[in-house]
């Protein structure tokens, strides 16, 4: 999800793939299947819980208009504390979210809000723990690491959906010479299926290369109603995969601060450097928490993803944005 990301269709097309060898595919496949399969001890480097959302030392309020043409007002920190929008309850989550008490004119912006952390990172094991994540028509979630030369330090999307979407859309956006290898599809889970292959992005095309994830419980409605759950990216120079787990099936070794993806099965999500050089397409990533309102995608998907009537009709109306909010548990970076 970035500035240019008005440029986005409601769902990617599948790109064609170009005539390969069998050689040639088993060769990327075997690479792909190596990559996933080697084992790396992580150890804990940043644990992100609580208060740590709302310290200024560790993550920024962005309080600018928004890239993206929403109806949006990002809050700054002192602002959405203020008014309710970022807190921490007494049982240590953390509340982010969209205001859902103002009444406005259809075209007014609605306040909202966007943090990044103050650190970047170049790899590495990212474990985000959302026991909710907001949905509703006019809502844009997202959950996603990038770099500060977009597109050429890339983008990775870990969450992201617009309205009333059932499926989580993940997401990289890099400069020229990327793409998703067809061949990887058998090696993610039953759920997942490839849909543009090409990650290279601009102003003119920016639909990266994606995942759709169809697990009901991975995105929405359809995760809250089971606790939510749990998000997990690998990055390393060899490949870019993700998992996700709903809260009743996290595996011990993440719960234990252990983590050992070799022992996750199928990612939800493989990008392997068979078909993009990883190590120079990606790096100094901070991590980013958001909920937009209208804007690009949402609004080009608004009635085929379920919503009726207009976005800045919806957007006036309070009530409408009631579970546009997310709920922390916590975000955790791990190092080998």
Not at 41 to 70: C, I, K, M, R
Not at 136 to 151: H, K
């Amino acid at each position: 999800m970035h500035f240019l990301s008005s440029f986005l269709l409601s769902l990617p097309l599948l790109s064609l793939a170009g005539h390969r060898t069998r050689s040639f595919g088993q060769q990327h496949r075997r690479a792909a299947l190596k990559a996933r399969n080697t084992t790396t001890t992580y150890v804990l480097e940043d644990f992100y819980q609580g208060q740590s959302f709302l310290n200024s030392s560790l993550w920024t309020f962005f309080d600018d208009t928004d890239p993206t043409a929403g109806l949006v007002n990002y809050q700054s920190s002192a602002d959405a504390q203020s008014k309710g929008l970022a807190y921490v309850q007494e049982d240590g989550t953390t509340i982010l979210k969209v205001d859902n008490t103002t009444t406005l004119t259809s075209g007014q912006y609605r306040d909202s809000v966007r943090i990044a952390t103050t650190k970047s990172y170049n790899g590495g094991l990212f474990i985000a723990d959302f026991y909710a994540m907001p949905y509703g028509c006019a809502t844009w979630p997202a959950f996603w690491t990038v770099g500060p030369n977009w597109p050429n330090q890339g983008e990775i999307d870990i969450i992201e959906g617009v309205n009333l979407n059932t499926h989580n859309q993940i997401t990289l956006h890099s400069g020229d010479d990327c793409a998703i290898q067809s061949t990887l599809s058998s090696l993610v889970s039953s759920n997942s299926t490839i849909g543009n292959l090409q990650c290279a992005s601009s102003a003119s095309s920016n639909t990266g290369c994606t995942y759709i994830d169809s697990d009901a419980r991975s995105y929405g409605k359809g995760f809250n109603q089971q606790g939510g759950g749990v998000y997990a990216m690998e990055w390393t120079n060899e490949a870019i995969q993700m998992w996700f787990f709903s809260r009743a099936h996290i595996p011990s070794d993440i719960t234990n601060k252990t983590p050992n993806p070799s022992s996750w099965g199928n990612p939800a999500a493989l990008f392997s450097n068979s078909g993009c050089d990883i190590g120079s397409h990606f790096s100094d990533h901070t991590i980013t928490i958001n909920t937009d309102v209208c804007g690009g995608w949402t609004e080009s998907a608004f009635s085929s993803s379920g919503c009726s009537g207009t976005c800045a009709d919806t957007v006036a109306v309070a009530s409408n944005f009631d579970n546009a909010q997310w709920s922390i548990n916590y975000v955790a970076t791990y190092q080998s």
